[in-house]
Protein backbone atom coordinates (compact mmCIF):
# COMPACT_ATOMS: atom_id res chain seq x y z
CA UNK A 1 0.00 0.00 0.00
CA UNK A 2 1.20 3.48 -0.95
CA UNK A 3 0.43 6.14 0.95
CA UNK A 4 -0.61 9.94 -0.17
CA UNK A 5 2.42 12.59 0.49
CA UNK A 6 1.57 14.00 3.58
CA UNK A 7 1.28 17.64 1.68
CA UNK A 8 -1.74 16.18 -0.09
CA UNK A 9 -3.37 15.52 3.41
CA UNK A 10 -5.16 18.43 5.13
CA UNK A 11 -4.92 18.64 8.65
CA UNK A 12 -8.29 18.97 10.49
CA UNK A 13 -7.30 22.22 12.48
CA UNK A 14 -8.01 23.98 9.04
CA UNK A 15 -11.74 23.01 8.77
CA UNK A 16 -13.23 23.53 11.65
CA UNK A 17 -15.85 21.87 13.05
CA UNK A 18 -18.62 22.68 10.96
CA UNK A 19 -16.58 22.43 7.79
CA UNK A 20 -15.85 19.01 8.82
CA UNK A 21 -19.07 17.67 9.36
CA UNK A 22 -19.98 19.24 5.83
CA UNK A 23 -17.70 17.65 4.04
CA UNK A 24 -18.25 14.00 5.51
CA UNK A 25 -21.89 14.40 5.12
CA UNK A 26 -22.45 16.29 2.28
CA UNK A 27 -23.17 13.15 -0.11
CA UNK A 28 -25.88 11.91 1.46
CA UNK A 29 -28.91 12.07 0.60
CA UNK A 30 -32.17 10.56 2.65
CA UNK A 31 -34.16 7.87 1.09
CA UNK A 32 -36.82 6.94 3.69
CA UNK A 33 -40.28 8.59 3.98
CA UNK A 34 -39.97 8.51 7.60
CA UNK A 35 -37.04 10.75 7.43
CA UNK A 36 -38.24 14.04 7.86
CA UNK A 37 -35.18 15.93 8.56
CA UNK A 38 -31.75 14.36 8.68
CA UNK A 39 -28.62 16.47 9.13
CA UNK A 40 -29.01 20.04 9.60
CA UNK A 41 -30.72 21.10 12.80
CA UNK A 42 -30.73 20.24 16.81
CA UNK A 43 -32.31 17.36 16.20
CA UNK A 44 -33.72 14.92 13.40
CA UNK A 45 -37.51 14.28 13.03
CA UNK A 46 -38.66 11.12 12.05
CA UNK A 47 -42.22 9.67 11.63
CA UNK A 48 -42.94 6.17 11.78
CA UNK A 49 -47.13 6.88 11.58
CA UNK A 50 -48.52 2.77 12.50
CA UNK A 51 -44.89 1.36 12.83
CA UNK A 52 -42.93 0.80 16.30
CA UNK A 53 -39.68 2.33 16.47
CA UNK A 54 -36.87 0.32 17.50
CA UNK A 55 -33.70 1.75 18.29
CA UNK A 56 -30.35 0.62 19.33
CA UNK A 57 -26.45 1.67 19.70
CA UNK A 58 -23.11 0.87 19.74
CA UNK A 59 -19.53 2.01 20.50
CA UNK A 60 -16.49 1.04 18.91
CA UNK A 61 -13.12 1.97 20.32
CA UNK A 62 -9.77 1.80 19.11
CA UNK A 63 -7.14 -0.70 20.07
CA UNK A 64 -10.46 -2.30 21.74
CA UNK A 65 -12.69 -3.53 19.28
CA UNK A 66 -10.54 -2.75 16.04
CA UNK A 67 -7.03 -2.18 14.87
CA UNK A 68 -6.07 0.19 12.08
CA UNK A 69 -2.80 -1.75 11.39
CA UNK A 70 -5.09 -4.26 9.20
CA UNK A 71 -8.61 -2.72 9.18
CA UNK A 72 -8.70 -0.15 6.46
CA UNK A 73 -10.71 3.02 7.73
CA UNK A 74 -13.37 2.45 4.94
CA UNK A 75 -13.80 -0.63 5.95
CA UNK A 76 -14.45 0.33 9.50
CA UNK A 77 -17.16 2.75 8.95
CA UNK A 78 -18.52 0.19 6.76
CA UNK A 79 -18.72 -2.50 9.50
CA UNK A 80 -19.42 -0.30 12.36
CA UNK A 81 -23.22 0.56 10.45
CA UNK A 82 -23.01 -3.09 9.93
CA UNK A 83 -23.17 -4.24 13.25
CA UNK A 84 -25.71 -1.49 14.24
CA UNK A 85 -28.04 -2.68 11.69
CA UNK A 86 -27.65 -6.61 13.00
CA UNK A 87 -28.99 -5.19 16.06
CA UNK A 88 -32.11 -3.91 14.38
CA UNK A 89 -32.47 -6.69 12.14
CA UNK A 90 -32.50 -9.12 15.26
CA UNK A 91 -35.64 -7.25 16.47
CA UNK A 92 -37.32 -8.32 13.16
CA UNK A 93 -37.32 -5.04 12.47
CA UNK A 94 -36.35 -2.93 9.05
CA UNK A 95 -33.41 -0.21 9.89
CA UNK A 96 -34.37 3.09 8.73
CA UNK A 97 -32.20 5.64 9.90
CA UNK A 98 -28.54 5.91 11.95
CA UNK A 99 -26.69 8.66 13.57
CA UNK A 100 -22.76 8.30 13.76
CA UNK A 101 -20.76 9.75 16.84
CA UNK A 102 -17.24 9.99 16.40
CA UNK A 103 -14.12 11.13 18.78
CA UNK A 104 -10.68 11.82 16.56
CA UNK A 105 -7.17 12.85 17.42
CA UNK A 106 -5.80 15.37 14.95
CA UNK A 107 -2.96 12.83 14.00
CA UNK A 108 -6.48 12.07 11.73
CA UNK A 109 -6.47 13.52 8.57
CA UNK A 110 -9.70 14.82 6.77
CA UNK A 111 -8.75 12.35 3.84
CA UNK A 112 -8.78 9.66 6.66
CA UNK A 113 -12.40 10.59 7.53
CA UNK A 114 -13.45 10.70 4.24
CA UNK A 115 -12.36 6.98 3.73
CA UNK A 116 -14.25 6.44 7.09
CA UNK A 117 -17.26 7.81 5.77
CA UNK A 118 -17.26 6.40 2.36
CA UNK A 119 -17.58 3.00 3.93
CA UNK A 120 -20.73 4.68 6.27
CA UNK A 121 -22.37 5.73 3.04
CA UNK A 122 -21.86 2.44 1.04
CA UNK A 123 -23.55 0.98 4.08
CA UNK A 124 -25.88 3.23 3.86
CA UNK A 125 -26.93 3.17 0.20
CA UNK A 126 -26.83 -1.08 0.38
CA UNK A 127 -29.29 -1.61 3.33
CA UNK A 128 -31.17 1.38 2.63
CA UNK A 129 -30.68 3.66 5.62
CA UNK A 130 -30.37 7.17 5.96
CA UNK A 131 -27.73 9.24 8.01
CA UNK A 132 -29.81 11.85 10.16
CA UNK A 133 -27.10 13.32 12.49
CA UNK A 134 -24.09 12.18 15.17
CA UNK A 135 -21.52 14.53 17.04
CA UNK A 136 -17.90 15.30 16.53
CA UNK A 137 -15.77 15.85 18.97
CA UNK A 138 -11.66 15.90 19.67
CA UNK A 139 -9.95 12.75 21.29
CA UNK A 140 -6.97 12.27 23.30
CA UNK A 141 -5.99 8.86 21.99
CA UNK A 142 -7.29 6.75 19.82
CA UNK A 143 -10.78 6.88 17.48
CA UNK A 144 -13.77 6.48 18.66
CA UNK A 145 -17.04 5.93 16.73
CA UNK A 146 -20.58 5.41 18.09
CA UNK A 147 -23.55 4.70 15.39
CA UNK A 148 -27.26 4.33 16.79
CA UNK A 149 -29.54 2.57 14.66
CA UNK A 150 -33.34 3.23 14.31
CA UNK A 151 -35.89 1.03 12.42
CA UNK A 152 -39.48 0.39 12.44
CA UNK A 153 -42.05 -2.87 12.67
CA UNK A 154 -45.25 -4.12 12.87
CA UNK A 155 -45.97 -4.92 16.75
CA UNK A 156 -47.11 -7.75 15.49
CA UNK A 157 -43.93 -8.97 14.19
CA UNK A 158 -41.27 -8.22 16.64
CA UNK A 159 -39.30 -10.40 18.04
CA UNK A 160 -37.57 -10.23 21.33
CA UNK A 161 -35.38 -12.42 22.94
CA UNK A 162 -37.89 -13.70 25.53
CA UNK A 163 -40.65 -15.28 23.39
CA UNK A 164 -38.95 -19.28 22.76
CA UNK A 165 -41.41 -21.57 23.97
CA UNK A 166 -41.30 -25.60 24.38
CA UNK A 167 -40.32 -27.26 21.29
CA UNK A 168 -40.03 -24.61 18.69
CA UNK A 169 -37.14 -25.18 16.31
CA UNK A 170 -33.98 -23.00 16.64
CA UNK A 171 -33.00 -21.73 13.25
CA UNK A 172 -29.56 -19.81 12.56
CA UNK A 173 -29.21 -18.23 9.07
CA UNK A 174 -25.72 -18.75 7.18
CA UNK A 175 -22.65 -20.09 8.57
CA UNK A 176 -20.82 -19.90 11.78
CA UNK A 177 -16.92 -19.29 12.84
CA UNK A 178 -15.84 -17.51 9.85
CA UNK A 179 -14.90 -14.11 10.81
CA UNK A 180 -13.22 -15.55 14.17
CA UNK A 181 -11.02 -17.88 11.71
CA UNK A 182 -10.28 -15.00 9.64
CA UNK A 183 -9.02 -12.20 12.06
CA UNK A 184 -6.85 -15.49 13.48
CA UNK A 185 -5.04 -15.29 9.79
CA UNK A 186 -5.01 -11.67 10.27
CA UNK A 187 -3.13 -11.49 13.06
CA UNK A 188 -0.92 -14.11 12.28
CA UNK A 189 -0.43 -12.54 9.49
CA UNK A 190 0.17 -8.73 11.34
CA UNK A 191 2.95 -10.61 13.45
CA UNK A 192 4.75 -11.67 10.31
CA UNK A 193 4.63 -8.62 8.90
CA UNK A 194 6.10 -6.57 12.09
CA UNK A 195 9.53 -9.34 11.94
CA UNK A 196 9.32 -8.96 7.77
CA UNK A 197 7.60 -5.77 5.95
CA UNK A 198 8.61 -6.90 2.63
CA UNK A 199 6.71 -10.24 3.43
CA UNK A 200 3.82 -9.96 1.11
CA UNK A 201 1.39 -12.87 2.05
CA UNK A 202 -0.94 -14.95 -0.13
CA UNK A 203 -4.51 -14.73 1.31
CA UNK A 204 -6.44 -16.01 -1.28
CA UNK A 205 -7.16 -19.23 -0.04
CA UNK A 206 -8.49 -16.88 3.50
CA UNK A 207 -10.39 -14.30 1.32
CA UNK A 208 -13.69 -15.24 2.49
CA UNK A 209 -12.98 -15.79 6.30
CA UNK A 210 -11.18 -12.30 5.79
CA UNK A 211 -13.71 -10.85 3.92
CA UNK A 212 -16.55 -12.21 6.67
CA UNK A 213 -13.86 -10.29 9.60
CA UNK A 214 -13.03 -7.45 7.63
CA UNK A 215 -16.77 -6.63 5.99
CA UNK A 216 -19.21 -8.49 7.51
CA UNK A 217 -22.84 -8.18 6.10
CA UNK A 218 -26.22 -7.76 8.53
CA UNK A 219 -28.80 -10.15 7.58
CA UNK A 220 -31.44 -7.60 6.61
CA UNK A 221 -32.09 -10.54 3.50
CA UNK A 222 -33.37 -13.03 6.21
CA UNK A 223 -35.86 -10.13 7.81
CA UNK A 224 -36.84 -10.10 4.47
CA UNK A 225 -37.01 -13.43 3.47
CA UNK A 226 -39.10 -14.84 6.77
CA UNK A 227 -41.24 -11.71 5.85
CA UNK A 228 -42.04 -13.58 2.51
CA UNK A 229 -42.46 -16.91 3.36
CA UNK A 230 -44.70 -15.66 6.41
CA UNK A 231 -42.86 -17.36 9.02
CA UNK A 232 -43.23 -15.50 12.31
CA UNK A 233 -40.05 -15.85 14.42
CA UNK A 234 -41.04 -16.69 18.66
CA UNK A 235 -37.60 -14.99 19.57
CA UNK A 236 -34.51 -13.92 17.89
CA UNK A 237 -31.15 -12.20 18.67
CA UNK A 238 -27.64 -11.83 16.59
CA UNK A 239 -24.78 -13.77 17.04
CA UNK A 240 -22.11 -11.56 17.91
CA UNK A 241 -21.04 -12.93 21.14
CA UNK A 242 -20.48 -16.68 19.76
CA UNK A 243 -23.38 -19.03 19.02
CA UNK A 244 -23.37 -20.48 22.64
CA UNK A 245 -23.43 -17.35 24.73
CA UNK A 246 -26.69 -16.10 22.36
CA UNK A 247 -28.28 -19.44 22.81
CA UNK A 248 -28.10 -18.57 26.49
CA UNK A 249 -29.74 -15.02 26.48
CA UNK A 250 -32.52 -16.39 24.48
CA UNK A 251 -33.08 -19.49 26.72
CA UNK A 252 -32.65 -17.44 30.16
CA UNK A 253 -34.95 -14.89 28.67
CA UNK A 254 -37.19 -17.21 27.59
CA UNK A 255 -37.05 -19.50 30.52
CA UNK A 256 -36.65 -22.55 28.82
CA UNK A 257 -34.11 -25.11 27.91
CA UNK A 258 -32.76 -26.50 24.49
CA UNK A 259 -30.91 -29.22 22.66
CA UNK A 260 -28.19 -28.09 20.45
CA UNK A 261 -27.10 -30.39 17.95
CA UNK A 262 -23.10 -30.69 17.23
CA UNK A 263 -23.77 -31.81 13.50
CA UNK A 264 -26.09 -29.52 12.28
CA UNK A 265 -23.99 -26.65 13.37
CA UNK A 266 -23.42 -24.98 10.10
CA UNK A 267 -19.47 -24.08 9.00
CA UNK A 268 -18.41 -23.47 5.73
CA UNK A 269 -15.64 -25.82 4.42
CA UNK A 270 -12.88 -22.88 4.37
CA UNK A 271 -13.69 -22.88 8.71
CA UNK A 272 -13.27 -26.34 8.63
CA UNK A 273 -9.66 -26.37 7.15
CA UNK A 274 -8.16 -23.28 8.74
CA UNK A 275 -9.69 -24.82 11.91
CA UNK A 276 -7.09 -27.77 11.35
CA UNK A 277 -4.27 -25.58 10.19
CA UNK A 278 -4.83 -23.71 13.89
CA UNK A 279 -5.39 -26.86 15.43
CA UNK A 280 -8.80 -25.24 17.31
CA UNK A 281 -11.76 -27.42 16.93
CA UNK A 282 -14.69 -25.66 14.63
CA UNK A 283 -16.95 -26.57 17.15
CA UNK A 284 -15.67 -24.12 19.73
CA UNK A 285 -14.91 -21.25 16.94
CA UNK A 286 -18.73 -22.09 16.12
CA UNK A 287 -20.05 -21.89 19.56
CA UNK A 288 -17.54 -18.88 21.51
CA UNK A 289 -15.72 -17.38 18.08
CA UNK A 290 -18.36 -14.11 17.43
CA UNK A 291 -18.59 -11.95 15.07
CA UNK A 292 -20.87 -13.91 12.73
CA UNK A 293 -23.66 -11.24 12.43
CA UNK A 294 -25.89 -14.23 11.98
CA UNK A 295 -29.31 -14.06 13.25
CA UNK A 296 -30.46 -17.09 16.19
CA UNK A 297 -33.92 -17.38 16.16
CA UNK A 298 -36.80 -19.66 16.95
CA UNK A 299 -39.81 -20.75 15.04
CA UNK A 300 -42.87 -23.14 15.86
CA UNK A 301 -42.80 -26.51 14.51
CA UNK A 302 -45.57 -26.03 12.40
CA UNK A 303 -43.82 -23.38 10.50
CA UNK A 304 -40.87 -25.91 9.37
CA UNK A 305 -42.49 -26.71 6.27
CA UNK A 306 -42.20 -22.69 5.16
CA UNK A 307 -38.12 -22.62 6.21
CA UNK A 308 -37.45 -26.75 5.03
CA UNK A 309 -34.29 -26.86 2.43
CA UNK A 310 -33.76 -23.19 2.26
CA UNK A 311 -30.40 -23.20 2.24
CA UNK A 312 -29.81 -19.92 3.98
CA UNK A 313 -31.46 -21.48 7.58
CA UNK A 314 -30.40 -24.40 9.29
CA UNK A 315 -32.06 -25.69 12.17
CA UNK A 316 -29.51 -26.54 15.07
CA UNK A 317 -31.60 -27.69 17.24
CA UNK A 318 -35.08 -27.66 19.74
CA UNK A 319 -36.44 -26.10 22.57
CA UNK A 320 -36.99 -27.88 25.93
CA UNK A 321 -38.10 -26.91 29.27
CA UNK A 322 -36.25 -24.66 31.93
CA UNK A 323 -35.59 -27.97 33.76
CA UNK A 324 -33.66 -29.56 31.29
CA UNK A 325 -31.14 -26.50 31.20
CA UNK A 326 -29.22 -25.92 27.82
CA UNK A 327 -27.28 -28.62 25.84
CA UNK A 328 -25.47 -29.44 23.17
CA UNK A 329 -25.35 -33.10 21.91
CA UNK A 330 -22.27 -33.54 20.20
CA UNK A 331 -21.51 -36.01 17.55
CA UNK A 332 -21.03 -39.01 19.52
CA UNK A 333 -24.39 -38.21 21.23
CA UNK A 334 -23.23 -36.83 24.71
CA UNK A 335 -25.08 -34.23 26.44
CA UNK A 336 -22.85 -31.08 27.33
CA UNK A 337 -23.64 -28.28 29.30
CA UNK A 338 -23.72 -25.31 27.24
CA UNK A 339 -21.66 -22.84 28.98
CA UNK A 340 -21.20 -18.76 27.64
CA UNK A 341 -17.38 -19.15 26.53
CA UNK A 342 -18.07 -15.45 24.49
CA UNK A 343 -16.32 -12.70 23.68
CA UNK A 344 -16.33 -10.84 27.62
CA UNK A 345 -15.13 -7.08 27.08
CA UNK A 346 -13.92 -7.39 30.35
CA UNK A 347 -11.71 -10.54 30.25
CA UNK A 348 -8.97 -9.12 29.25
CA UNK A 349 -9.07 -6.35 31.85
P1 LIG B 1 -24.96 20.64 18.05
O1 LIG B 1 -24.06 21.79 18.30
O2 LIG B 1 -26.41 20.91 18.20
O3 LIG B 1 -24.49 19.38 18.74
P2 LIG B 1 -23.51 19.94 15.72
O4 LIG B 1 -22.86 21.15 15.22
O5 LIG B 1 -22.73 18.97 16.51
O6 LIG B 1 -24.84 20.34 16.49
O7 LIG B 1 -24.14 19.17 14.47
C1 LIG B 1 -24.77 19.82 13.39
C2 LIG B 1 -25.50 18.81 12.57
O8 LIG B 1 -24.58 17.85 12.05
C3 LIG B 1 -26.51 18.01 13.38
O9 LIG B 1 -27.58 17.68 12.51
C4 LIG B 1 -25.75 16.76 13.77
O10 LIG B 1 -26.63 15.70 14.02
C5 LIG B 1 -24.87 16.56 12.54
N1 LIG B 1 -23.58 15.88 12.84
C6 LIG B 1 -22.61 16.32 13.69
N2 LIG B 1 -21.55 15.48 13.68
C7 LIG B 1 -21.85 14.50 12.80
C8 LIG B 1 -21.18 13.33 12.37
N3 LIG B 1 -19.96 12.97 12.82
N4 LIG B 1 -21.78 12.53 11.46
C9 LIG B 1 -23.02 12.86 11.01
N5 LIG B 1 -23.70 13.93 11.36
C10 LIG B 1 -23.15 14.77 12.26
MG1 LIG C 1 -22.77 18.32 18.41
Redesign the pocket.
Given at each position: MFENKESEKTPLGQLG??GL?DK??NKFKAKNTETIKA????A?VLDFQDNKCVVSTDLLIEGVHFNLSYMPLKHLGYKAVVVNLSDIYAMNAMATQI????AVSNRFPLEALEELYEGINLACKLYNVD?V????STSQTGLIISVTAIGKVKEENLAYRDGAKENDLLVVSGDLGAAYMGLQVLERENEVFKVNPKNQPDLSPYSYIIERQLKPEARKDIVDLLAELEVHPTSMIDISDGLSSEILHLCEKSEVGCNLYEEKIPLDPTVISVCEEFNLDSTLVALSGGEDYELLFTISQKEFPKIKGNPNLTVVGHITAKSEGAHLVSRNNSKIPITAQGWNPFAKA
Open positions: EFILTIGDDATVSILGGDT
